[in-house]
């Protein structure tokens, strides 16, 4: 599958940053993109430096003016594409929403982001409410997708659960950079992990992943800190982990990579991580912490469990027993 992938810097100006995506997304197309996947919040700057309640004002509904603008590009151009919207769910309530636009404009399906960050310059918890439609991959004409959102690449369960209910790519549109006051080897090490630990995800699932960031810097409104200078660094790997392609840091690209989507087949049958899963001892992954109250508030739930079985063999048992003696 041809697989467009867009990093660019945005403005203040939220038409003139979804007309240069417009065109960029056309030059995707002319390429030869079936998919084509956006970095996150991709329509503003990432307001999210400051708590403002008036930013609020950015968020719209889900169908909405957006999704109109996307759908009718993707049916223009034949392809699909996956977006990253502010969403107004409700008055007060809003969400970081992955929305997938189908080849015919309509939408395929959305996902919310899960896990929320709130750090200097990423006050995201003031603005966004975590989702609450699970980890669920996105069905579309180019495949199954599984779609999550940024701070959700550092967690491997959200991809595990993707590629458990047959996802066959992995996406993480993201808005990440460096803080002004780190040194330059601690910025290093932070962009190296970021992309370390997505693409541990892909060997560890057998999938391809495609992450897409943001890249430029944005000044701090409030005038607190240096802003943030996005790292770029849009990248696309295999099944192994092995770099498909990796943009510049400082750059805005629109890139083509090919992916081969029979690979992950063969490469899950040289590493059966799925089929060696040890599925009946991860039920303690459901706890915050497994200090020494998580273990024994496990072993009495593992106990309830057994006595549970228990009884339940005794009365399927028991109701044998007396079928036959009837």
């Not at 779609?147 to 550092?154: E, L």
Request: aromatic residues 10%; negative net charge.
């Amino acid at each position: 599958m041809k697989i467009g992938i867009i990093q660019q810097t945005c403005s203040g100006n939220i038409e003139d940053n979804k007309q240069k995506l417009a065109s960029n997304i056309r030059t995707a197309a002319q390429k030869g993109a079936e998919l084509v996947v956006l970095q996150e919040l991709h329509n503003s700057l990432y307001f999210c430096q400051t708590e403002n309640v008036d930013l609020c004002s950015l968020a719209e509904p889900i169908p909405g003016p957006s999704t109109e603008f996307y759908g009718s590009l993707a049916k223009e151009l034949n392809v699909v594409i996956v977006t990253s919207l502010f969403e107004r769910r409700a008055p007060g309530l809003y969400h970081n929403t992955a929305v997938v636009m189908e080849r015919d404009g309509s939408i395929a399906g959305k996902y919310r982001k899960m896990h929320i960050p709130d750090d200097p310059a990423y006050y995201e918890k003031f603005y966004f409410t975590p989702g609450d439609l699970g980890f669920h991959p996105i069905d579309t004409s180019v495949g199954r997708l599984g779609v999550q959102v940024c701070w959700d690449q550092w967690y491997p369960e959200g991809a595990r659960l993707m590629a458990l209910q047959g996802a066959e790519l992995l996406i993480y549109p993201t808005a990440i950079g460096y803080e002004s006051s780190d040194t330059p080897e601690e910025q290093e090490r932070q962009r190296e992990a970021w992309t370390t630990v997505q693409r541990g995800h892909a060997v560890a699932n057998g999938l391809p992943v495609i992450a897409v960031n943001r890249t430029g810097h944005e000044p701090d409104p409030s005038g607190q800190t240096n802003g943030i200078q996005f790292w770029g660094s849009s990248f696309v790997c295999g099944p192994q982990g092995e770099f498909l392609y990796r943009a510049p840091k400082n750059e805005e690209i629109v890139e083509i990579i090919d992916v081969d989507m029979k690979r992950s087949e063969n490469v899950r049958r040289w590493w059966p991580f799925l089929r060696d899963r040890r599925i009946e001892e991860f039920s303690p992954l459901t706890r915050r912490f497994i200090d020494k109250e998580g273990i024994e508030a496990i072993d009495t739930i593992e106990t309830i469990d057994a006595i549970d079985a228990i009884d339940t063999i005794e009365d399927i048992g028991g109701f044998i027993f007396a079928r036959v003696w009837l």
